[in-house]
């Protein structure tokens, strides 16, 4: 098993850039609803106040995350650092960050990478940060926006782009209307609408995702669609669940109660 496995799983799991306060994955058991991977507990969190607000805003603003944590019996344990609502990820001083380093600076053996992104959300109607703590990491200003522990089990198991992944938390984030959403459509005609996306594997910018479709590696049964809103679109984590997933470029998706 090898922890390389680690960030693209979390992606997928739709922790990193969803708006969730303090995810926790939690092993599958008898009461568990079931889902293609980890169900995931996130207690729901209240519009912070102060120097972030999640509640307008937010559609292309950059951030980046820092994973760090260790092994722990059978789970990894990871403090998410968010340089959302403090900077925007400066770019010369994201691109120094040197893993070996930040282990010796947090005093973790686990670190990894998330980032640059970018929200294409416009507001996030329910959200917080799990320690509103500033540190400098590395010299970049942080906190800790979700603590998650991710069973070895599924972090061993790995996953895959348009892979389903329940997770639990109650959640709402809103597209305005006027405002251009990208979406994915299953062969089940569900609407995947994403919520941020990623220039960590390849160049983007929210001008070139128009063309996304072209460059996807689509399922047979899958595509992908943009379009302007003519009224506000609010996808909500139901009955405390949210069911997200991924692209084959790394962006996050939510399905929607929208039909196509």
């Given at each position: ?24 994955v ?9 889902s ?19 509640a ?42 040197d893993?070996a380093a ?24 329910s ?39 329940t ?21 089940m ?22 063309v ?8 047979t ?8 809103l ?13 069911t ?9 998706y ?7």
């Amino acid at each position: 098993m090898t922890l390389r496995k680690l960030v693209p799983l979390v992606f997928s799991l739709g922790l990193l850039g969803c708006g969730s306060a303090t995810p926790v994955v939690a092993a599958p058991d008898a009461s568990t609803p079931a889902s293609d991977g980890a169900v995931l507990d996130a207690p729901t969190g209240d519009v912070p106040t102060g120097d972030v607000d999640f509640a307008r805003g937010v559609r292309g603003r950059r951030y980046c995350e820092v994973l760090a944590g260790a092994i722990s019996g059978p789970t990894v344990r990871l403090d998410v650092y968010s340089t959302y609502g403090l900077n925007e990820c400066p770019d010369a001083a994201w691109r120094a960050l040197d893993v070996a380093a930040l282990r010796t600076e947090l005093g973790v053996p686990v670190v990894a990478l998330n980032g640059p992104r970018y929200w294409t959300i416009d507001a996030f109607e329910s959200a917080a940060v799990q320690d509103p703590t500033v540190r400098s990491l590395s010299g970049i200003p942080m906190r800790i926006a979700g603590r998650i522990e991710v069973p070895l089990a599924v972090v061993a198991a790995g996953s895959a782009p348009y892979t389903e992944r329940t997770v639990r938390r109650d959640s709402t984030v809103r597209f305005a209307s006027g405002g251009r959403v990208y979406e994915l459509i299953d062969p089940m005609d569900r609407v995947y609408v994403m919520q941020s996306y990623t220039v960590q594997r390849e160049a983007q910018t929210e001008a070139s995702l128009s063309v996304l479709g072209a460059r996807l590696q689509l399922p047979t049964g899958w595509r992908f669609r943009t379009r302007v809103l003519t009224e506000d679109v609010r996808v909500v984590a139901e009955g405390g669940l949210a069911t997200v997933t991924t692209d084959d470029v790394g962006n996050t998706y939510q399905r929607s109660q929208q039909r196509p």
